[in-house]
């Protein structure tokens, strides 16, 4: 569902992909951005991150282009064979640890090319040793008709956690936003001590937040705004 946390999992995947040299590539499809609302120039761009990530990569996708320099004009079944899997299955083959592409909110890329890009994925990317797609999405019924043609894919419905882990995922995150060091660090003009919210309060704002981590997220964001702060301290100066 919307506000779950998909993008914070995903981005947080990256991260620690990419801190031990594994991040491949990313996407991350909106649809109120014209380059990434559908799959026109998803593999080109995966091309290109991939072509930085490594050089032995880059030299081979760089032959590809000259070979076929119109190969980011195709079809996305032909832009991933030319561009992806004839330049780099070798490559990857005789790799050791894993590359990583992570492709977020697929569910905002245009329903025609969303499943396409789901098949197409689901059926070639296992025949590519050490590439691995970690893809986080919105059940639309597109994308569930789509997953249910190849039951060998690995799924996670975030959904079905159980609400005590989620509350505990939750807590973690506010004592960490709201610590007096978190607090310190991002509104350093307040007097000391650093204001913290009260154990009564971070526990509403558990409850308050159910398993909608945006919840959460928003509500710290919004208490440590520095506008906020600066508009209730001349609230309270008037008053």
Same mark, same amino acid.
């Given at each position: 569902?919307?506000?779950?946390?998909?993008?914070?999992?995903?981005?947080?995947?990256?991260?620690?992909?990419?801190?031990?040299?594994?991040?491949?590539?990313?996407?991350?499809?909106?649809?109120?951005?014209?380059?990434?609302?559908?799959?026109?120039?998803?593999?080109?761009?995966?091309?290109?991150?991939?072509?930085?990530?490594?050089?032995?990569?880059?030299?081979?996708?760089?032959?590809?282009?000259?070979?076929?320099?119109?190969?980011?004009?195709?079809?996305?079944? +032909?832009?991933?064979?030319?561009? /992806?899997?004839?330049? $780099?299955?070798?490559? #990857? !083959? *005789?790799?050791?640890?894993?590359?990583?592409?992570?492709?977020?909110?697929?569910?905002?890329?245009?329903?025609?090319?969303?499943?396409?890009?789901?098949?197409?994925?689901?059926?070639?990317?296992?025949?590519?040793?050490?590439?691995?797609?970690?893809?986080?999405t919105r059940p639309e019924r597109h994308i569930r008709n789509a997953l249910a043609r190849n039951q060998s894919l690995e799924r996670?419905?975030?959904?079905?956690?159980?609400? +005590?882990?989620?509350?505990?995922? /939750?807590?973690?995150? $506010?004592?960490?936003? #709201? !610590? *007096?060091?978190?607090?310190?660090?991002?509104?350093?003009?307040?007097?000391?001590?650093?204001?913290?919210?009260?154990?009564?309060?971070?526990?509403?704002?558990?409850?308050?937040?159910?398993?909608?981590?945006?919840?959460?997220?928003?509500?710290?964001?919004?208490?440590?705004?520095?506008?906020?702060?600066?508009?209730?301290?001349?609230?309270?100066?008037?008053?």
């Amino acid at each position: 569902m919307a506000g779950i946390g998909k993008s914070t999992i995903s981005q947080t995947v990256a991260e620690r992909a990419a801190e031990v040299n594994c991040l491949g590539a990313s996407f991350f499809f909106s649809r109120n951005e014209e380059r990434r609302k559908s799959a026109k120039s998803f593999f080109s761009t995966l091309a290109y991150q991939l072509a930085l990530y490594d050089e032995e990569f880059a030299s081979q996708i760089t032959a590809a282009l000259e070979l076929h320099p119109d190969a980011a004009d195709r079809n996305i079944r +032909s832009q991933f064979t030319k561009l /992806i899997a004839e330049p $780099l299955q070798d490559l #990857l !083959s *005789a790799r050791r640890k894993p590359v990583l592409v992570v492709i977020d909110a697929l569910d905002e890329c245009e329903s025609h090319d969303a499943t396409g890009l789901l098949i197409l994925l689901a059926a070639e990317v296992h025949k590519m040793p050490r590439l691995k797609v970690f893809i986080t999405t919105r059940p639309e019924r597109h994308i569930r008709n789509a997953l249910a043609r190849n039951q060998s894919l690995e799924r996670f419905h975030l959904q079905d956690i159980e609400d +005590s882990v989620v509350e505990a995922d /939750i807590r973690l995150y $506010l004592d960490f936003r #709201l !610590s *007096a060091e978190q607090v310190k660090e991002t509104l350093p003009e307040l007097r000391p001590p650093p204001w913290q919210p009260a154990e009564a309060q971070k526990k509403m704002l558990v409850g308050m937040s159910g398993k909608l981590f945006i919840v959460a997220s928003t509500t710290a964001r919004f208490i440590l705004d520095e506008k906020t702060v600066i508009s209730s301290e001349t609230a309270g100066n008037s008053t």
